[in-house]
């Protein structure tokens, strides 16, 4: 498995919850990740990226604030600490993968699901109000 999502379950509106996703791709620091979630009867939505150099951290307007992504090129991790959580944060979230040398960062949106060719397994979250 080169991607692997854990953390995920069940809390209260206002709760906090940490993701983490352990990765196993050759050259850890080359490539950019994200966090993606998918509700249910919803469609796939960016939440957010962790990219390279300068404001290499990105988010979603629904998660900007409450949320903080950031990677261990050491450990090989990237996590999702969630605070503040609300109902309809509930989602199976996964974590992907984004080779820059398959999808040139000058043309390739960090937050378009397109952009990332290797997907984890999905935690669910799921918060209740």
């Known amino acids: 498995v080169q991607l692997q999502a854990f953390g995920g379950g069940l809390v209260q509106a206002g709760d906090s919850l940490r993701l983490s996703c352990s990765v196993s791709l050759p050259g850890f620091s080359s490539w950019g990740f994200g966090w993606f979630r998918q509700g249910p009867g919803k469609e796939r939505e960016f939440v957010a990226a962790?990219?390279?150099?300068?404001?290499?951290?990105h988010y979603s307007d629904s998660v900007k604030g409450r949320f903080t992504v950031s990677r261990d090129n050491a450990k090989k991790t990237v996590d999702l600490q969630m605070n503040n959580l609300k109902p309809e944060d509930t989602a199976v979230y996964y974590c992907?993968?984004?080779?820059?040398?398959?999808?040139?960062?000058?043309?390739?949106?960090?937050?378009?699901?397109?952009?990332?060719?290797?997907w984890g397994q999905g935690t669910e979250v799921t918060v209740s109000s």
């Open positions: 962790a990219t390279w150099g300068y404001n290499s951290t």
């Open positions: 992907a993968a984004w080779d820059p040398t398959s999808r040139s960062p000058d043309t390739s949106p960090y937050d378009s699901a397109g952009t990332y060719g290797r």
